[in-house]
């Protein structure tokens, strides 16, 4: 152990960071899988209850999870430490009105974004087939309970842990553009399949780490991130499977292209003017 402590301590602060925020990615991640699926198999026998029971078992370990990397729990000598650095600071009503204006408006020009990026490349869709086999109700539960552990998890771990360190260590855009590219790479644990969205997740990536710094919160971004993968997720699982259009080497761009392209850039802009907004709005508050 004490080797262990050594290197880590002769580790630059960078290290230090990626690291931390990986270690409570990978935790928060596969406790959240072994609980709920876990309590699922328990609650085999009543299949009616068995979503719900999830949902719960797994908001319950997210719960205790958020609290300690907020500070509670021991070893109480990190308790200030963890909480500093998750950065999931209280924000008044204006900052409040003003990051989920700029967070809505981002998120509308990403979408755009995502679209005229599939002209590019040949973006696989998001498959939730393993969970076809469930019943209804507990496949929303499952779908719902994902969505919140990507928000919490993904945002304490990349837009709190990683990112408020790095920003110690270098400018804050070099450390949003670190983070929200290691955000983008850690997708690719989910197959080869991802390679294509690396450019979209390091994009929203961006978006959120920006509104982390600003607010000098994680939790407006943690909103947002669950909100996008929750319709992520229902569209994935309820809507039918559209037919690929060809990609822009192979065919002229139809009405939809320039469509998305008008939109992603109204909507970009205003979401730049509100971030300048909202930046005006932290400085006086603070």
Known sequence: MRLVSRVWQRASTA???VLTGLVILVCGALGWSAITFGSLQLAAALPWAGGPVALLAGSCFLWGYWRYL????PPRSTAELRRRRLRAHPLSGRVWFWALTTGILAVGSFVSLVNLWGWVVRLSPRSVSSITRYSFLTALCILIGAAAEAGIVEEAAFRGYMQESLEKRFRPA??????SVLFGFAHLANGHQEIAWLFPYTVFGTIVGVLAYTTNSIVPGILLHAAVDAVRFLLAW???PTIPHPL???ASPDRTFWLNLVVAGVLGAAAITAQRRLAAVCHKSQ
């Open 15 to 17: 290290v230090r960071a």
């Open 238 to 240: 309820r809507a039918r």
């Open 248 to 250: 822009i080497w192979q």
């Open 70 to 73: 907020a500070g509670a729990g």
């Open 174 to 179: 070099v450390a949003i553009a670190m983070t």
